[in-house]
């Protein structure tokens, strides 16, 4: 019965493709929709974690000024000093490394080459707070660190620009007027979490940057990491009491510097991606309700053009649960058939996306049986009054309908 219920479907949507299309067009819009924004919102997710994992695990940053500004109106705040390194180093439990930062940007030139890149001035203890392995080469001895010798270490988008990719150990670059020697190779972090190549970079001894760049001894950043058997929070009060007392911050004026956890920053940028997808898929998932009223209306009109042909079925002994089998059939089909084009489209979709978004696509079976299963659900209730009108009509009257 029910095969034969379910050719007769197929041969009623194939009598009218352009009508069925059209009805269908709401479901496949919207299981697209659906589908497409889930899943790119999903990989965004993934991408805002991997980001923010590159910049390490129990890792605290502190910068002067509100946020990642440097604070609104008068003199901005002063920079970092070796001597608050020392200070964290020093006097906070918990404390694993501090590295701090001098940045600049710099023309970076090797032979007929040239591109503009950050360079950071730093110590080995930020290769002790946060991992980043190379792929070639070796990190600089203390000796070299304390002698501010003009050694570098470069990112893989560096190496890409000014080496074609190839080995640069051993090779001369140029920063501005100073040259120094590559001696190791930077494996390849990609995008920030905020935007921004983080392999767009040169990363020397913080002695030569203070010296042959920034001019002067201050310290832009530091990056502080965290025993995992200390809580973080704790952690990170403890830094914030010795810089309010070695900054001259006292009773309820406000911190003139900041403290970022990478854990939290991951944690509250992972749930403003999902709230926005979940928002986004919501406002997509009103295509699949206006789908199913385009159905139920459509299936509606059938019902009516074949009157005729149910008062006949009904006469010559079909019961009313057939009549309703086969209408509600034919609204699942043409919702099925909806749903399928649309998981379809949604592929297309996110093929085109991903590579603009420069995210990594990760087909989620969950969400493409969900959606599918959505819009078989739509045609079964959308389906169902037409379904029910047609099997409650009188065959006397049916066969008198012109």
């Known amino acids: 019965m029910f095969g034969t219920t379910f ?28 589908v497409a924004m889930v899943t790119l919102g999903n990989a965004t997710t993934a991408a805002v974690r991997k980001q923010i994992s590159a910049l390490g695990t129990n890792i605290l940053q502190i910068r002067p000024g509100q946020g990642f500004g440097r604070g609104g109106g008068g003199p901005p705040p002063p920079e970092f000093k ?53 792929t070639g080469g070796r990190y600089w001895t203390d000796t070299e660190e304390s002698a501010g010798k003009g050694v570098c270490l470069i990112g893989s988008t560096v190496r890409k620009n000014l ?22 190779m930077l494996s390849t972090r990609g995008q920030a979490g905020f935007g921004g190549d983080q392999d767009d970079v040169v990363i020397l001894p913080i002695k030569q940057v203070q010296r042959r760049f920034t001019g002067n001894r201050d310290i832009r950043l530091m990056l ?16 914030s009491t010795v810089l309010r007392e070695r900054r001259g911050i006292t009773g309820g004026k406000q911190d003139d510097f900041n403290i970022f956890d990478t854990a939290q920053i991951s944690a509250t940028l992972t749930g403003t991606t999902q709230l ?34 149910i008062g006949i079925r009904l006469a010559i002994g079909a019961v009313a649960t057939e009549v309703l089998m086969q209408f509600l059939v034919e609204a699942i089909v043409l919702s099925c058939l909806g749903g399928l084009i649309g998981l379809v489209l949604a592929q297309a979709m996110i093929a085109v996306a991903v590579p603009l978004m420069q995210v990594e696509w990760v087909f989620d079976t969950q969400i493409n049986v969900i959606a599918f299963a959505i819009s078989a659900l739509i045609g079964v209730v959308f389906g169902y009054f037409p379904a029910r009108r047609a099997a409650a009509l009188n065959p006397i009257d049916a066969l008198r309908h012109e």
């Not at 059209?22 to 697209?32: E, F, H, R, Y």
Request: aromatic share 4%; with cysteine; glycine share 10%.
């Open 163 to 184: 080496f074609a990719g190839g080995d640069a150990v051993g090779k001369r670059l140029r920063l501005n007027s100073v040259t120094c020697d590559v001696i190791g």
């Open 224 to 239: 502080v990491g965290v025993d995992q058997a200390y809580d973080t929070s704790a952690v990170q009060s403890a830094i």
């Open 82 to 134: 070796e001597a608050d390194v020392e200070a964290i180093r020093d006097q906070v439990a918990g404390v694993t490394a501090v590295a701090p930062l001098a940045q600049s940007s710099v023309t970076a030139v090797n032979e007929g080459a040239n591109s503009t890149t950050t360079i950071n001035g730093t110590t080995n203890a930020y290769f002790s707070a946060q991992a980043w392995p190379l």
């Open 276 to 309: 926005l997808t979940s928002i986004v898929a919501a406002v997509a998932g009103i295509s699949l309700l206006v789908g199913g009223i385009g159905i139920m209306n459509i299936m509606l009109v059938s019902v009516t053009e074949r009157t005729r042909e």
């Open 7 to 34: 050719l007769l479907a197929l041969r009623s949507i194939a009598r009218h493709k352009l009508r069925s299309f059209l009805t269908t067009l709401g479901i496949i819009i919207g299981v697209a929709a659906v």
